[in-house]
């Protein structure tokens, strides 16, 4: 479902957001962290990102895909595609095709690798507990020692819902959107550490839901880091309704692929 949730993640917010089209990416204004939405399975949103890297030319890429331990293995130099799948053992571990990734690490052959990754099983234990015990890092400074305020809470458990194709329990939504809540305090994390220990610039892969300025992972670090600067790019294969919470947004053809609610059919 994570193709879905990518695709369904948008709210009507402030108009600060800049339509550019994908061959813009590669001018983007130069900031100590940005982070790069996508629809995780498909090609074009990867390009895009190929190309913002390699204009960028980060010291450290974070990836949403990849646990600290599968970052950590990471080698120094860059591998050959298969070499380095099976390094970082992507196989197995739901993402799209280790293909469609090989070039964001092709196109920064010198960054340092770190992972943000929150492992299914580790997010089933989590449902239902109070974030602040269980994330690892400094829960207030990320966000997490409080509950959402009561219109942000609803607005993204109907996210969920419509994410999920309107098919979960009403009383699972709140695990949901803790869950997620956790992911982007992890993905913020790990950019505040990639860049203490590089220096920046960071790059960070990410679902385009976790890059939402008003709530995802930027607005996290922000609380965290507010010296930083940042900047966000959302892509989309539909064109939003409103000024989607941005500072860029970027719209491809999407990408064909089997419905996802069939599942729940």
């Known amino acids: 479902m994570k193709y879905l949730f990518a695709c369904a993640a948008l709210a009507t917010s402030p108009a600060y957001a800049e339509m550019i089209d994908p061959h813009e ?34 010291a450290a890429l974070v990836f ?12 120094s130099r860059l591998l050959p595609e298969a070499e380095l799948n099976e390094v970082l053992g992507w196989e197995g571990t739901g ?24 492992p299914r099983e580790q997010a089933r234990a989590a449902m239902g507990q109070d974030l602040d015990q269980v994330f690892t890092g400094d829960a207030t ?7 959402l305020p009561a219109a942000q809470q609803a607005a993204r458990e109907e996210l969920q819902a419509k994410a999920h194709c309107d098919a ?6 709140p695990g949901m959107v803790s869950i997620q809540r956790l992911r982007d305090a992890m993905l913020a994390d790990a950019a505040l550490r990639a860049f203490e220990q590089t220096g920046g610039p960071v790059v960070v892969i990410t679902g385009t839901g976790h890059a939402r300025t008003d709530w995802g992972a930027p607005r996290v670090l922000a609380q965290a880091a507010p010296e930083l600067n940042m900047i966000s790019v959302g892509q989309f294969e539909i064109a939003p309704q409103d000024d989607p919470p941005f500072d860029y947004w970027i719209v491809s053809a999407p990408h064909p692929r089997p419905d996802p609610c069939e599942m729940f059919q």
């Open 95 to 118: 993402w799209p095709d280790f293909a469609l990734y090989y070039p964001l690490f092709e196109a920064a052959p010198m960054a340092q690798i770190f992972g943000a990754a929150l």
């Open 168 to 173: 979960l329990p009403d009383d699972l939504l």
């Open 141 to 147: 400074r990320f966000g997490l020692s409080d509950p």
């Open 25 to 58: 990416i590669a001018s983007l204004p130069s900031a100590d962290v940005v982070f790069l939405g996508e629809v995780h399975d498909n090609p074009a949103h990867h390009e895009v990102q190929a190309r913002a890297i390699a204009a960028i030319a980060p």
């Open 64 to 75: 949403e895909m990849l646990t600290d331990t599968q970052a950590d293995a990471a080698p």
